[in-house]
């Protein structure tokens, strides 16, 4: 077998998404003529409103068809920080955002322009799985907070304040949280700051695509403290909120200096998001949020339909998540059991046992950080996670 040595150590060091890896699995599988029921991609089951795509149509008529501004159209632009100052409360000028190829380019045009090789940069457990993976290939060190499910999966000002250390450079997290569904609140938020506002050098990524997802409050931006407010990037997009996942389009909020330096990084990668995509953005962000609260309101009936179910299950730990649309389980009672032979040794191990005998397809926790969990979205139709729950708890009930 011929090693592939002439590979960078960048990419060979890089892990392969399990999202994605999942998904992919699901595919192979359904081709062979399974019915599988994809519950691993974080991607609302929704189509893009018809004001978006009607827009999309508009633009390709108008020859919307050139290279646009790195940072995106002015408009579009101006549109964004009007939903920061309406919704949000925030005050930002058009030079301190940069639109990108979706809000993964986004976070990872920041990681880029402010990691250098050693730094550390603290992430909370459970975790997105590509915020790991970016500050690797910036050559920076992860120290994780390990958070629990009896935590709601949230960490403490205890926690933040004994990871930080000289080297600390970068926060980095979501709220709401993929894979958990956990929601700071204001008050939870405050106390985190009380932490930063003694440590001057550290920044915050703050990811927030699943904001409109959200059953509690109000959405909590860290960027509404004034004292860290500099020292904030405000990653956003319209993915999840628009069901635009495809059209790729996510945007920063930032000081002036990170969103320079992120125009020049993004000058260098991909320049522009696309023409017609960011006509459609703008048009996402120039009407009222009726489809946006509508498409909320089937999510929280889904939670709530999914928690029901996933209760009945035996020795599966699971808590209410306060938004976004996923839940993260504690399995750990299966691993070492047993079935046909095969051992269950990890979280891993039951996700490829639940694609094969419950014909589900999840993703283990691991690639989030906590290896005794799997990932669950309820993106899907009613019948469907009734169903995938259903041939969940079969399939576990036959482990020895």
């Not at 359904?30 to 633009?59: M, R």
């Not at 579009?76 to 301190?96: P, V």
């Not at 260098?268 to 609260?293: E, M, N, P, W």
């Amino acid at each position: 077998m011929r090693i592939m040595t002439f590979l960078s150590k960048r990419i060979s060091n890089l892990s392969e998404s399990q999202t994605i890896k999942m998904a992919k699995l699901g595919r192979e599988l359904a081709a062979k003529g399974v019915d599988v029921i994809n519950l691993s991609f974080g991607e609302p089951d929704f189509y893009t409103p018809d004001h978006v795509k009607e827009a999309a149509k508009k633009a390709i008529d108008e020859n919307f068809s050139y290279y646009t501004p790195v940072s995106g159209y002015p408009d579009l632009r101006k549109a964004i920080t009007d939903k920061l100052q309406n919704e949000n409360g925030l005050t930002y000028s058009i030079d301190q955002i940069v639109v990108s190829t979706g809000a993964k380019q986004s976070l990872a045009n920041a990681v880029m322009c402010l990691v250098d090789p050693g730094d550390e940069v603290i992430v909370p457990t459970p975790y997105w799985v590509s915020y790991s993976e970016m500050i690797k290939l910036a050559e920076g060190k992860t120290v994780f907070i390990n958070s629990t499910v009896e935590q709601n999966f949230k960490i403490t000002a205890n926690q933040l304040e004994e990871a930080i250390t000289p080297k600390t450079k970068l926060f980095m997290f979501s709220s709401p949280c993929n894979p958990t569904g956990s929601v700071y609140s204001k008050q939870e938020l405050a106390d985190l700051i009380t932490v930063f506002e003694k440590h001057p050098n550290v920044y915050i990524i703050s990811d927030e695509i699943y904001e409109h997802i959200n059953f509690v409050d109000q959405h909590a931006s860290i960027a509404s403290f004034g004292s860290i407010k500099e020292r904030v990037i405000l990653i956003n997009g319209f993915s999840k909120s628009y069901a635009m996942t495809g059209w790729r389009v996510g945007y920063m909020a930032a000081s002036k200096e990170i969103a320079a330096a992120c125009d020049k990084m993004q000058g260098q990668i991909t320049s522009g998001t696309s023409s017609i995509a960011q006509r459609a953005a703008l048009a996402a962000y120039q009407a009222d949020l009726s489809t946006v609260l509508s498409m909320r309101e089937e999510f929280r009936k889904r939670r709530d339909l999914v928690y029901g179910l996933l209760k009945e299950i035996p020795n599966v730990k699971v808590n209410l998540p306060d938004g976004a649309f996923y839940f993260f389980p504690e399995v750990k009672h299966y691993f070492g059991k047993s079935f046909n032979g095969k051992i269950i040794n990890n979280a891993e191990d039951l996700c490829l046992y639940l694609l094969n005998e419950a014909n589900v397809s999840l993703v283990t926790g691991e690639a989030f950080g906590n290896e005794n969990c799997i990932r669950i979205s309820y993106a899907a139709a009613e019948d469907k996670l009734i169903l995938a729950v259903k041939q969940i708890s079969t399939a576990l009930a036959l482990l020895q």
